[in-house]
């Protein structure tokens, strides 16, 4: 199948390729000087995946090759980890020349390209997304970021890519909870800006996904690419990809990441759809269209924490400015809204959007 290429206007412009075989062909979409480094970050889990796959093109093109691998999990992105990052790629006594390529999920991407973009005062890194939540959100964008023990994404820069490829084959060795992480924001991107594609995702199932794989995550990065380029510092319309996110890092944060980040957003997604009706602050509850949209999956939509427990964890949300918060919530399907509240109403936001559900 023909590879998709999607021009992301960012201030520093830079292609996502997408297309299934594309990581045995890296090299020749890596338009670097063959005699320069290419430093592999990658987890425990990804490293005998794919590393092979992507050092051997590399080599054979001429790069030298370095990886350094990390424990996966969320507790692993932290400002310890990042700290020994950059000292690896110090040691190794690697230049502003050289270039890091982030193999994995998004744990990988956000810590890669933090460490790309303070070590040396910034070194171009390449994005390869191996799990379909990468994919679709956060491989492109140039958001970068560890946690802090205050919360979720506290510590990070805008630093964007070079370049990002993605191989979707790298799909089928996912989990089906991992692969409906993806699902979520996909689901999540239909909702707040396209209503066909929100209605092509509705109810399909993994095997289907996988049929049209290629086309759903370059529509993905399409959405994704439009929003950044016209917001890359998230000032305004940005926000409308945090949809269901101040609620997905608070249940995060106050279950000790009992839910995966995409189970989260689909819990938030539909806390935010329910407590927008409920406020009165849109027309129709969309909540019952967001949970049928993922149908083809079994999701735990349970709901095992209160709106006090989600409205403290919330506080810390980035999204807060002074006594304010911006929340999204929907207008129509395919359609959403940034909302300023005051951040005690989140309270209540949380209880209605909780209300019928527990
Ligand atoms: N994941 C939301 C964003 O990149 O803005």
């Known amino acids: ?24 062909e890296l090299a020749e979409h890596i338009e670097f000087d063959r005699a320069k480094t290419a430093v592999i970050i990658t987890d425990d889990n990804v490293y005998p995946l794919y ?30 980890e990042l700290i020994n990052i950059i000292n690896f790629l110090a040691e190794n006594k690697v230049t502003r020349a050289d270039f890091i390529i982030a193999l994995g999920g998004g744990i990988v991407g956000d810590m890669a390209g933090f460490a790309a973009g303070i070590y040396l005062r910034g070194i171009k890194y390449i994005q390869i997304p191996t799990t379909f939540l ?30 990002v490829i993605c191989d979707p084959e790298t799909f089928e060795t996912l989990g089906d909870v991992t692969f409906a992480d993806g699902v979520s924001e996909a689901v999540k991107h239909g ?16 095997t289907e996904y996988m049929k049209d794989i290629v086309e759903i995550v370059a529509r993905n990065v399409e959405i994704k690419g439009e ?7 998230e000032k305004g319309q940005r926000q409308l990809l945090n949809f269901g996110h101040t609620a997905a890092h608070a249940i995060e944060k106050c279950t000790e990441h009992a839910y995966s980040h995409g189970q989260a957003v689909a819990l938030g997604m ?35 924490f209160t709106a006090k427990q989600l409205y403290e964890a919330g506080l810390s949300d980035k999204k807060r400015h002074g006594g304010k918060i911006n929340i999204i919530i929907p207008e129509r399907v395919g359609k959403c809204v940034i909302k300023e509240i005051d951040a005690e109403e989140l309270f209540e936001v949380f209880k209605s959007g909780l209300e019928e559900r527990q």
Do not use: W
């Open 134 to 163: 990468a994919a679709v959100d956060s491989s492109v964008g140039g958001k970068t970021a560890v946690n802090l023990t205050g919360g979720k994404n506290l510590a990070g820069l805008f630093y964007q890519p070079y370049a």
């Open 191 to 206: 909702f707040i800006h396209d209503e066909n594609l929100f209605g092509k995702l509705k109810g399909k199932t993994r």
């Open 51 to 80: 590393e092979s796959a992507v050092r051997k093109p590399l080599e054979n093109a001429g790069f030298k090759v370095l990886s350094y691998v990390f424990e996966n999990g969320e507790k692993h992105k932290n400002p310890a």
């Open 227 to 233: 929003i950044v380029a016209s917001d890359e510092f």
């Open 1 to 24: 199948m023909k590879h998709r290429k999607i021009k992301i206007n960012a201030k520093t412009p830079y292609d996502v390729i997408i297309g299934k075989g594309l990581l045995s």
């Open 270 to 304: 539909l806390i935010m759809a329910r407590a927008a009706y409920k406020k009165g602050y849109c027309e129709c509850d969309f909540s019952g269209e967001i949970e049928e949209a993922f149908s083809g999956f079994s999701r735990v939509l349970n709901m095992n």
